[in-house]
Protein backbone atom coordinates (compact mmCIF):
# COMPACT_ATOMS: atom_id res chain seq x y z
CA UNK A 1 0.00 0.00 0.00
CA UNK A 2 0.91 3.40 -1.08
CA UNK A 3 1.58 5.98 1.69
CA UNK A 4 1.32 8.78 -1.15
CA UNK A 5 -1.97 10.57 -2.28
CA UNK A 6 -3.27 7.78 -4.15
CA UNK A 7 -3.35 4.06 -4.67
CA UNK A 8 -0.37 2.91 -6.19
CA UNK A 9 -0.64 0.25 -9.30
CA UNK A 10 2.69 -0.78 -8.77
CA UNK A 11 3.30 -3.69 -7.59
CA UNK A 12 -0.53 -4.99 -8.15
CA UNK A 13 -1.98 -7.07 -6.08
CA UNK A 14 -5.57 -7.78 -4.75
CA UNK A 15 -7.05 -5.41 -1.95
CA UNK A 16 -9.44 -6.54 0.46
CA UNK A 17 -12.19 -4.19 2.19
CA UNK A 18 -9.93 -3.95 5.02
CA UNK A 19 -7.11 -2.77 2.92
CA UNK A 20 -9.45 0.05 1.47
CA UNK A 21 -11.12 0.95 4.28
CA UNK A 22 -7.73 1.38 6.32
CA UNK A 23 -6.03 3.34 3.52
CA UNK A 24 -9.57 5.64 3.20
CA UNK A 25 -9.11 6.47 7.44
CA UNK A 26 -5.06 7.50 6.40
CA UNK A 27 -6.13 9.77 4.18
CA UNK A 28 -9.38 11.70 4.88
CA UNK A 29 -9.75 13.89 1.95
CA UNK A 30 -9.99 11.53 -0.53
CA UNK A 31 -13.49 12.56 -1.36
CA UNK A 32 -12.97 15.92 -1.11
CA UNK A 33 -10.59 15.43 -4.28
CA UNK A 34 -12.12 13.32 -5.58
CA UNK A 35 -16.60 14.17 -5.59
CA UNK A 36 -17.23 11.87 -8.72
CA UNK A 37 -16.23 8.90 -6.77
CA UNK A 38 -18.36 10.14 -3.81
CA UNK A 39 -21.18 10.26 -5.81
CA UNK A 40 -20.76 6.78 -7.09
CA UNK A 41 -20.62 5.33 -3.72
CA UNK A 42 -24.52 3.87 -1.95
CA UNK A 43 -24.56 3.30 1.41
CA UNK A 44 -27.83 1.79 3.26
CA UNK A 45 -29.72 4.05 4.95
CA UNK A 46 -30.67 3.26 8.27
CA UNK A 47 -33.44 4.15 11.01
CA UNK A 48 -31.16 7.21 12.43
CA UNK A 49 -28.41 9.61 11.33
CA UNK A 50 -27.48 9.32 8.13
CA UNK A 51 -23.29 8.91 7.85
CA UNK A 52 -21.19 11.15 6.80
CA UNK A 53 -20.72 9.78 3.48
CA UNK A 54 -24.03 10.26 2.71
CA UNK A 55 -24.24 13.46 4.35
CA UNK A 56 -21.39 14.82 2.21
CA UNK A 57 -23.17 13.46 -1.11
CA UNK A 58 -26.30 15.68 0.18
CA UNK A 59 -23.73 18.74 0.73
CA UNK A 60 -22.29 18.17 -3.18
CA UNK A 61 -25.61 17.57 -4.51
CA UNK A 62 -26.64 20.98 -3.10
CA UNK A 63 -24.07 22.87 -4.07
CA UNK A 64 -24.42 21.41 -7.57
CA UNK A 65 -27.94 22.89 -7.33
CA UNK A 66 -27.04 26.18 -6.26
CA UNK A 67 -24.80 26.26 -9.02
CA UNK A 68 -27.42 25.21 -11.45
CA UNK A 69 -29.84 27.85 -10.52
CA UNK A 70 -27.73 30.56 -10.69
CA UNK A 71 -26.52 29.75 -14.08
CA UNK A 72 -30.65 29.42 -14.85
CA UNK A 73 -31.00 32.89 -13.51
CA UNK A 74 -27.93 34.26 -15.60
CA UNK A 75 -29.85 32.73 -18.29
CA UNK A 76 -33.09 34.33 -17.20
CA UNK A 77 -31.25 37.70 -17.01
CA UNK A 78 -29.66 37.56 -20.61
CA UNK A 79 -33.20 36.13 -22.08
CA UNK A 80 -34.83 39.32 -20.55
CA UNK A 81 -31.91 41.79 -21.50
CA UNK A 82 -32.46 40.52 -25.15
CA UNK A 83 -36.17 39.97 -25.27
CA UNK A 84 -35.58 44.18 -24.55
CA UNK A 85 -33.13 44.93 -27.08
CA UNK A 86 -35.48 43.19 -29.91
CA UNK A 87 -38.40 44.91 -28.57
CA UNK A 88 -36.47 48.21 -29.27
CA UNK A 89 -34.59 47.23 -32.58
CA UNK A 90 -38.09 46.88 -33.87
CA UNK A 91 -39.45 49.94 -32.88
CA UNK A 92 -36.05 51.51 -34.29
CA UNK A 93 -36.53 49.89 -37.53
CA UNK A 94 -40.42 51.28 -37.70
CA UNK A 95 -39.39 54.89 -36.89
CA UNK A 96 -36.60 55.01 -39.65
CA UNK A 97 -39.12 53.80 -41.98
CA UNK A 98 -41.97 55.95 -41.09
CA UNK A 99 -39.41 59.05 -41.85
CA UNK A 100 -40.50 61.02 -44.71
CA UNK A 101 -37.22 62.42 -45.31
CA UNK A 102 -33.76 61.89 -45.37
CA UNK A 103 -33.02 65.19 -43.18
CA UNK A 104 -35.75 63.45 -41.19
CA UNK A 105 -34.05 59.97 -41.07
CA UNK A 106 -30.96 60.79 -39.66
CA UNK A 107 -32.77 62.83 -37.28
CA UNK A 108 -34.69 60.16 -36.26
CA UNK A 109 -31.17 57.57 -36.16
CA UNK A 110 -30.03 60.20 -33.30
CA UNK A 111 -32.54 60.44 -31.17
CA UNK A 112 -33.99 57.17 -31.03
CA UNK A 113 -29.73 56.27 -30.44
CA UNK A 114 -29.42 58.53 -27.73
CA UNK A 115 -32.65 58.57 -26.06
CA UNK A 116 -33.20 54.65 -26.44
CA UNK A 117 -29.94 52.98 -26.59
CA UNK A 118 -27.96 55.23 -24.30
CA UNK A 119 -25.52 56.51 -26.74
CA UNK A 120 -23.60 59.43 -25.91
CA UNK A 121 -21.81 60.29 -29.27
CA UNK A 122 -23.48 59.15 -32.44
CA UNK A 123 -21.38 60.80 -35.84
CA UNK A 124 -22.61 59.76 -39.46
CA UNK A 125 -20.29 60.08 -42.07
CA UNK A 126 -22.59 59.86 -46.16
CA UNK A 127 -20.81 59.29 -48.95
CA UNK A 128 -21.87 62.56 -51.15
CA UNK A 129 -22.88 64.46 -52.80
CA UNK A 130 -26.32 64.95 -50.90
CA UNK A 131 -27.54 68.60 -51.48
CA UNK A 132 -30.21 67.52 -49.71
CA UNK A 133 -28.68 67.20 -46.35
CA UNK A 134 -28.53 69.81 -43.79
CA UNK A 135 -25.73 70.85 -41.42
CA UNK A 136 -25.45 69.16 -38.42
CA UNK A 137 -23.08 68.18 -35.82
CA UNK A 138 -24.10 64.25 -35.64
CA UNK A 139 -23.67 63.96 -39.30
CA UNK A 140 -21.41 65.00 -42.46
CA UNK A 141 -21.75 64.46 -45.80
CA UNK A 142 -18.35 63.73 -47.16
CA UNK A 143 -17.48 63.45 -51.04
CA UNK A 144 -16.06 59.93 -51.75
CA UNK A 145 -12.04 60.42 -52.10
CA UNK A 146 -12.14 63.31 -49.35
CA UNK A 147 -9.28 62.83 -46.71
CA UNK A 148 -11.59 62.55 -43.84
CA UNK A 149 -12.53 58.85 -45.12
CA UNK A 150 -8.76 57.75 -45.68
CA UNK A 151 -8.43 55.75 -41.43
CA UNK A 152 -11.73 54.32 -43.11
CA UNK A 153 -10.72 52.67 -46.07
CA UNK A 154 -10.06 49.24 -44.93
CA UNK A 155 -12.85 49.29 -43.44
CA UNK A 156 -15.28 50.37 -45.36
CA UNK A 157 -13.97 47.65 -47.65
CA UNK A 158 -16.01 45.26 -45.18
CA UNK A 159 -19.11 44.64 -44.13
CA UNK A 160 -18.68 44.24 -40.42
CA UNK A 161 -18.84 46.06 -37.53
CA UNK A 162 -15.68 46.97 -35.20
CA UNK A 163 -16.05 47.71 -32.05
CA UNK A 164 -13.38 48.89 -29.56
CA UNK A 165 -10.70 51.22 -29.32
CA UNK A 166 -9.95 53.55 -32.57
CA UNK A 167 -6.93 55.10 -32.99
CA UNK A 168 -6.49 58.59 -32.31
CA UNK A 169 -6.75 59.90 -36.31
CA UNK A 170 -10.25 58.20 -36.80
CA UNK A 171 -11.33 59.77 -33.10
CA UNK A 172 -10.33 62.61 -34.91
CA UNK A 173 -12.21 62.07 -38.07
CA UNK A 174 -15.54 61.59 -36.12
CA UNK A 175 -15.85 63.39 -33.18
CA UNK A 176 -13.79 66.52 -33.41
CA UNK A 177 -13.11 68.23 -30.53
CA UNK A 178 -14.65 65.43 -28.37
CA UNK A 179 -12.12 62.71 -29.21
CA UNK A 180 -10.66 62.72 -25.94
CA UNK A 181 -14.08 61.95 -24.20
CA UNK A 182 -14.71 58.82 -26.17
CA UNK A 183 -13.56 55.40 -25.09
CA UNK A 184 -14.65 52.44 -27.02
CA UNK A 185 -16.59 52.74 -30.22
CA UNK A 186 -18.81 50.57 -32.86
CA UNK A 187 -18.71 51.18 -36.15
CA UNK A 188 -21.27 50.36 -38.41
CA UNK A 189 -20.54 49.74 -42.25
CA UNK A 190 -23.54 51.33 -44.01
CA UNK A 191 -22.68 50.21 -47.38
CA UNK A 192 -22.76 52.29 -50.29
CA UNK A 193 -23.67 55.38 -47.55
CA UNK A 194 -20.91 55.57 -45.64
CA UNK A 195 -20.80 54.66 -41.85
CA UNK A 196 -22.20 55.00 -38.42
CA UNK A 197 -20.29 55.46 -35.52
CA UNK A 198 -21.36 55.09 -31.51
CA UNK A 199 -19.10 56.49 -29.15
CA UNK A 200 -19.30 56.13 -25.53
CA UNK A 201 -16.91 56.78 -22.03
CA UNK A 202 -16.79 53.74 -21.01
CA UNK A 203 -14.26 51.43 -22.16
CA UNK A 204 -15.68 48.44 -21.71
CA UNK A 205 -19.35 49.15 -23.49
CA UNK A 206 -18.01 48.58 -26.67
CA UNK A 207 -14.81 45.71 -27.05
CA UNK A 208 -13.77 43.44 -29.81
CA UNK A 209 -15.08 39.85 -29.76
CA UNK A 210 -18.08 41.55 -28.38
CA UNK A 211 -21.71 40.15 -30.24
CA UNK A 212 -22.93 42.62 -32.95
CA UNK A 213 -26.40 40.66 -33.93
CA UNK A 214 -27.96 43.75 -32.68
CA UNK A 215 -25.62 46.67 -34.21
CA UNK A 216 -25.78 44.68 -37.18
CA UNK A 217 -29.59 44.86 -37.68
CA UNK A 218 -29.94 48.48 -36.54
CA UNK A 219 -27.11 49.37 -39.70
CA UNK A 220 -29.13 46.95 -41.83
CA UNK A 221 -32.19 49.15 -41.27
CA UNK A 222 -30.37 51.92 -41.61
CA UNK A 223 -29.17 50.82 -45.04
CA UNK A 224 -32.99 50.18 -46.03
CA UNK A 225 -34.29 53.56 -44.56
CA UNK A 226 -31.35 55.47 -46.75
CA UNK A 227 -32.34 53.66 -49.87
CA UNK A 228 -35.76 55.17 -49.87
CA UNK A 229 -33.85 58.33 -51.39
CA UNK A 230 -31.44 57.11 -53.86
CA UNK A 231 -32.00 59.38 -56.54
Not at 28 to 33: A, N
Not at 148 to 169: H, K, N, S, V, Y
Request: include cysteine; hydrophobic fraction near 45%.
Amino acid sequence: MSTGSGMSDTPRHELSATDIAAWLREHPTFFLHHPDVAMDIELPRQNGPATSLASYQLDVLREKNRELNRRLQELFAIANENERLTVRTHQFTLALLRARTLSETLSTLVAMLREDFSSEWVRVLLLGPRGDVPESPWWRVLPKGDAALEPFAAFLATDEALCGRLQPRKLDALFGDEAGKVASTALLPLGRYGLLAIGCSDPNRFYPGMGTLFLRLMSEALVAALARFDA
